[in-house]
């Protein structure tokens, strides 16, 4: 019999608090719902067939494990924000003969309860829009999804464990907030008299210094993937000095306001400010987590749509030709490959035979998927790290004895006081013209210099020791660059150890002849040494053809290749772009996703927070009433109160986001391609659009505090004694 | 001219769902003059509060009428009736009804900054008014920082600042133990020495007592009243307690 008293009690509970009850099950609902459906996109065979199925699955495991990992803190807050509200009814309960261990078996079995209705109701959500996910991203790929539609038990096993240790741990936090308190504290918990907020200049003054920093260590940015630490750091700071300031800079800013006597006693100040000081206090944490997440949700959000939009840019810079071969020629081997080439003659017949068949095969069978236009170049390049001094290109400089150390991993940078290291690809005016189908041409003792994203300032090159060097011919400044070269730019190499030259400027010279400017095979051996140098024979064909017919060249030119002993590598665009479009496809499935559940975690707190500030309101507004405030002035002063208190944190939110814009520029940077305009498009309309959801949330969450407030401050009178 | 008259007001609840009707106040008539010190008593549930919020425009009367000042409050519309309250009305509350939010001295400027009064003219004001109270050295305080008496007291002052023509006071001794209680009471009898109309509630014989006049209500009518007369305050005392016996023991039957 109390067996069921309790459950029926538990249920009631829940019951009569739905107002509080039903947002926290949503929230749990969406949080198993994301779970269940990056956990089923992890392990769908659809995925795994998709291009991108090396990294596609360790994304998605990467997005379950956050959402497991956020769902802990968010369903904690509103865990606690529900407890907090219950404490009067539970104080009740104890002081009319439950003891603490009845109360703690009805927490239980509310636990229980919720967690049921969330997993059952959630793995549901999560089933039937799995397969909306899935063809969702499969769409994002341009690729064609089947409709099998099926439930992944491990997946919801793998859910009912997680979200159970989850619940657990949000019972022991409710047990313990209760535990804590005695009866009559318990049933006073919410009439308790507010000590005035405190002034806390010291604090405020961190605050800003902290946020200060934060933008300044934001802006000193230059290379993201060498500068995680500061990054990190960066993110720190702001999101200390954003939880001071929300904390005690308004507070400060409202006190510093109310010594202004002309200002403070005016109608439609009064009230505001001083109430304003006091929401600040009790609301400051959970506006500063809305501001984060803001930040958070705009920064994300930015840089995937703009790595998604500039994914098309990043392919065709970073591969240029339809299908790339390349070919390590060894030091010595030089002098004959480059006169006769003796290295190479071989893979070149073989690739033109392997493209030419298929031109054959595509004459016989005209329009059906044959080569239909063919267009190769052969280029040699010497590729090697070199040093630019005061801007002025330094090749007598051995690369060892710098502050440059290969296959460390990461590097700070590339720049150091007035030096940078360039990846510098060295090649014959002949090879240039050809490259880029023009007719320049070059003195005795000249050479063009062509830099990646700037103008060389020099008019010299320094060879040796001594100075000496050669000029660098003054049309330089006017040749094309060479935008469509090499696939070899983004994998920089030094000798052995492969090292990524990401960040790494690239720089063209282009020399009379290749050979006698490396100095023959004495000199080439002294750079490979000093400067990491390596020759490369890269052979480039564009081919207009349907995607079977390029996979079939790619497939048979990679196993030609594979027959010599050389270290050779081959690309094919298609192929690349695939890998690459299922990456930004996924990185922005994840994010928007990632991007809802955040929205619905700011909704929520917003919820909450009109909740709890329309009680704490109610009583209030009751007395201005009576002492003679009219339902408009109430009114007036309600709105600017709930308008501030939320607009705040998108505003902060929209500074955070222009002062860390540096960082999303330097990650676009990296990985998509250097657009700035792009970018500040995309976080325009982010943020407008974040706008625009948040203020349909705000109007519909004050709908519930205005519904609280009106409850005391309407017609009926709400003395102290009822009677 | 009476400040304040009551001619049969009615006022009659509806339950939410409209199926029980309950008749707070049946058929209540009075007048004040300007100058008294009106005690109300009655048990609870006798419609005491109703009646109170009636007189502050708080609730409307189902029929009958409220005049102040000669002017009928059910003429004065949703609009004007804060402004009205504010400039002819005081209020003393059983639970002071003050903004925690505030220090005193902001809790009693409150009417004043809603009436659009300039700093140091509300400042003039409430410093002869905070120190009869006793309450001079307290003004930077906050309510949760002072004392029941001592937050009743600037109940008293919020509701005198705004030199109101009526105070009406529900059960302002309900929440204070005696010596606030005495204390408070003597206040409100030099206030009314001043010539300040006061109206109030109680169930109290002892606040009761300190009255001119006492009107007794009993389901929801005007069922007795006393005046004082030249009686002191414990003679009063001694007349209300024989009459709440009375009463009681539901003599009279009307």
Redo the contacts between chains.
């Keep these: 019999m109390t067996r069921g008293f309790y459950n029926r009690l538990a249920w009631t509970g829940i019951q009569k608090n739905r107002q509080l009850y039903y947002p926290y099950f949503l929230s749990g609902i969406v949080m198993v719902m994301v779970f269940y459906i990056f956990h089923f996109l992890a392990t769908s065979e659809v995925v795994h067939n998709l291009p991108g199925k090396a990294v596609l699955p360790y994304l998605f495991y990467i997005g379950e494990g956050a959402v497991g990992l956020f769902s802990i803190p968010f369903l904690f807050y509103t865990n606690s924000s529900l407890i907090r509200k219950r404490k009067k009814e539970l104080g009740l309960y104890n002081i009319l003969g439950m003891n603490k261990r009845n109360i703690f078996s009805v927490l239980f079995r509310e636990t229980l309860i919720s967690y049921g209705i969330v997993v059952t109701v959630g793995i549901f959500a999560g089933f039937l829009f799995s397969k909306a996910a899935e063809l969702v991203l499969v769409n994002i790929m341009g690729r064609q999804a089947g409709y099998r539609i099926y439930v992944d038990w491990k997946g919801a096993f793998v859910v009912l464990v997680v979200f159970a240790v989850i619940y657990l741990m949000i019972l022991a936090n409710a047990l313990w907030q209760i535990h804590a308190n005695d009866p009559i504290e318990l049933l006073h918990s919410d009439m308790q ?4 907020p405190k002034s806390r200049m010291l604090l405020t003054v961190l605050s800003l210094v902290l946020i200060g920093a934060g933008y300044g260590a934001s802006a000193a940015v230059t290379a993201v993937e060498y500068q995680l630490a500061q990054i990190f750091v960066t993110a720190v700071l702001l999101i200390t000095g954003t939880f001071l300031l929300f904390i005690c800079a308004f507070v400060v800013l409202c006190r510093v306001l109310q010594k202004n ?2 200002y403070y ?3 439609s100040h ?1 009230v505001t400010i ?2 304003m ?2 929401r600040m206090k009790r609301s400051g944490a959970s506006l500063a987590a809305i501001c984060v997440l803001v930040t958070l949700v705009l920064v994300a959000c930015s840089f995937s749509v703009s790595f998604y939009a500039g994914s098309m840019e990043v392919l065709q810079r970073t591969y240029p030709y339809d299908l790339s071969v390349r070919v390590e020629i060894p030091v010595e081997k030089i002098g004959n490959e480059l006169t006769k080439g003796t290295c190479t003659a071989g893979y070149r017949s073989g690739i033109d035979t392997i493209i030419g068949s298929v031109l054959t095969d595509s004459g016989q069978d005209a329009g059906q998927g044959g080569v239909r236009q063919a267009d190769g170049c052969a280029v040699h390049f010497a590729n090697m790290l070199a040093m630019l001094v005061d801007g002025r290109l330094d090749l007598a400089r051995d690369m060892r004895d710098t502050w440059f150390t290969p296959g460390s991993g990461l590097y700070p940078g590339w720049t150091e006081g007035n030096e940078e290291i360039v990846w510098l690809h060295v090649l014959s005016l002949e090879a240039y013209n050809r490259l880029c189908r023009t007719t320049e041409t070059l003195g005795e003792d000249e050479v063009f210099v062509i830099l990646e994203n700037g103008e060389y300032r020099s008019d010299r090159i320094v060879l040796n020791d001594s100075g000496a060097g050669v000029n660098v011919n003054p049309a330089a400044k006017a040749v094309p660059a060479i935008t469509d070269v090499s696939i070899s730019l983004d994998d920089g190499r030094a000798k052995d150890d492969r090292i990524t030259a990401h960040g790494c400027r690239n720089v063209f010279l282009v020399v009379r002849d290749l050979y006698d400017f490396m100095g023959g095979v004495e000199g080439s051996a002294a750079y490979a040494q000093k400067n990491y140098m390596a020759y490369d024979w890269e052979y480039y064909w564009n081919l207009s053809a349907p995607e079977e017919a390029l996979y079939a060249v790619y497939d048979q030119v990679e196993a030609h290749i594979r027959t010599g002993a050389d270290k050779t590598a081959c690309y094919l665009r298609l192929e690349r772009g695939e890998n690459y479009y299922a990456l930004a496809g996924a990185v922005l499935f994840i994010a928007v996703v990632m991007d809802l559940v955040f929205v619905a975690v700011t909704a929520l707190i917003m919820y909450y927070k009109q909740i709890s500030e329309g009680y704490e309101d109610q009583r ?1 507004f009751s ?11 109430i009114r007036a002063s309600i709105n600017s109160q709930m308008l501030t208190v939320f607009a705040l944190p998108l505003l902060v939110a929209g500074v955070h986001l222009i002062f860390t814009s540096n960082i999303v520029y330097m990650m676009q940077k990296m990985v998509v391609a250097d657009n700035k305009p792009l970018m500040i498009r995309v976080m325009v309309v982010t943020y407008l659009l974040f706008a625009a959801v948040y203020s349909l949330v705000y109007v519909m969450t004050s709908r519930t505090y205005y519904r609280i407030v009106n409850r005391a401050s309407g ?3 709400c ?5 | 001219m009476s400040i304040l008259e009551v001619r049969s007001l009615k006022k009659v609840y509806t339950t939410r769902f409209g199926a029980n009707q309950v008749t707070a106040l049946r058929n209540v008539n009075f007048r004040v003059e300007e100058g008294e010190y009106v005690a109300v008593m009655g048990e ?2 006798s419609g ?2 109703t009646l109170l ?1 009636i007189l ?1 425009a ?3 009367p189902t029929s009958g009428a409220v005049l102040l000042n000669g002017r009928n409050l059910a003429e004065i519309t ?2 004007q ?3 009205f ?3 002819n009305l005081g ?1 003393v ?3 002071f ?6 220090t005193l001295e ?1 809790n009693i ?3 004043l ?4 009064t ?2 140091t003219q ?1 400042h003039e004001k409430l410093l002869p008014i905070a120190r009869m109270l006793g309450i001079a050295d307290l003004l930077k305080k ?3 920082e002072v004392s029941g008496g001592q937050k009743q007291r600037a109940a008293v002052a ?1 509701a005198l600042i705004t030199e109101p023509h009526l105070i009406l006071a ?2 302002p001794t ?2 204070l133990d005696s010596r606030a209680s005495d204390e408070l009471l003597r206040l409100f009898a030099s206030v009314n020495q001043m010539g300040q109309t006061i109206v109030m509630v109680t169930h109290s014989t002892a606040a009761a007592s300190r009255a001119n006049r006492i009107l007794f209500i009993k389901d929801g009518e005007v069922f007795h009243q006393i005046y004082r007369g030249e009686d002191s305050d414990d003679k009063l005392y001694e007349k209300i307690s024989s009459t709440l016996t009375i009463l009681m023991a539901g003599g009279g039957h009307r």
Excluded: C, H
């Design positions: 008299g507010e000590r005035p006597r002309a006693y005016q109608t009064f001083s109430t000081a006091y209030r007395i201005m009433r009576k002492v003679g405030m009219t339902g408009k002035e017609s009926r009178y003395g102290g004694n009822g009677s | 609870s549930g005491k509060t919020n502050a708080l609730d409307r949703e609009d009736i804060a402004q309250r504010r400039e209020f509350f059983q639970d009804n003050l903004l925690d939010t505030f902001d400027y409150l009417p900054v809603l009436a659009n300039p700093y509300m906050y309510p949760y919020r529900d059960e309900g929440a």
